[in-house]
């Protein structure tokens, strides 16, 4: 496994002032295009979570390791999304960003009371996306049993919004 983390390490390509200037963007896109990589990711993503019932995966690209984590450990596929995208949600939460604030909605209908929950994103940064879809979780009555990431962005502290909460990230930039 190093060995390929070192893969994914090597193809993650960095986007000086993406979205906004002053930000560098970590995009996985040539990493998750390695057909090698990216089974060898959500191998890894899916691995200490064999007690879950159902993958939340964040918009966008949690949707992609989401769902191959939920294929993995042969569960359902939940989704957060950004506004608007939704033709009934069933519950809200607002967070901030590094370089603004956002929404993420929950689907009705997709988690029950009592279900546990793996939440899957590809980055941590500074942790306000994976709070508010914690938010979400808890709101539909289920629990968080784990959060899994591709990358964590340490220096932006996201690891100290999640206290408490068992965190697992691959690479640590």
Same mark, same amino acid.
């Given at each position: ?11 993650i ?9 002053g ?17 060898a $990711?959500? +191998?890894? #993503? !899916?691995? %200490?979570?064999?007690a ?6 964040? =918009? @966008?690209? /949690? ?6 984590v ?32 956002a929404?993420?909605?929950l689907?009705a ?10 939440? $899957?994103? +590809?980055? #941590? !940064?500074? %942790?306000g ?8 979780? =808890? @709101?539909? /009555? ?31 930039l």
């Amino acid at each position: 496994m190093p060995d390929v983390l070192e893969r994914v390490r090597g193809l993650i390509r960095d986007v000086p002032d993406f979205p906004q200037p002053g930000v560098l963007f970590r995009d996985l896109s040539p990493a998750l295009a390695d057909a090698e990589v990216f089974a060898a $990711v959500v +191998d890894a #993503l !899916a691995d %200490g979570h064999p007690a879950v019932d159902v993958v939340l995966g964040i =918009e @966008a690209r /949690g949707f992609v390791l989401g769902a191959g984590v939920a294929h993995a450990l042969r569960t359902g596929m939940a989704w957060a999304r950004k506004p608007g995208k939704l033709p009934v949600v069933a519950h809200r939460a607002s967070y901030t960003l590094e370089y603004g604030t956002a929404v993420l909605e929950l689907p009705a209908d997709v988690l029950t009371h009592g279900q546990r929950v793996l939440v $899957v994103d +590809d980055v #941590l !940064a500074t %942790g306000g996306t994976l709070a508010a879809a914690c938010e979400l979780v =808890e @709101a539909a /009555g289920a629990e968080v049993a784990g959060l899994a990431v591709v990358i964590e962005l340490a220096d932006l502290g996201g690891r100290k919004q999640l206290t408490g909460r068992p965190l697992r990230a691959l690479l640590a930039l």
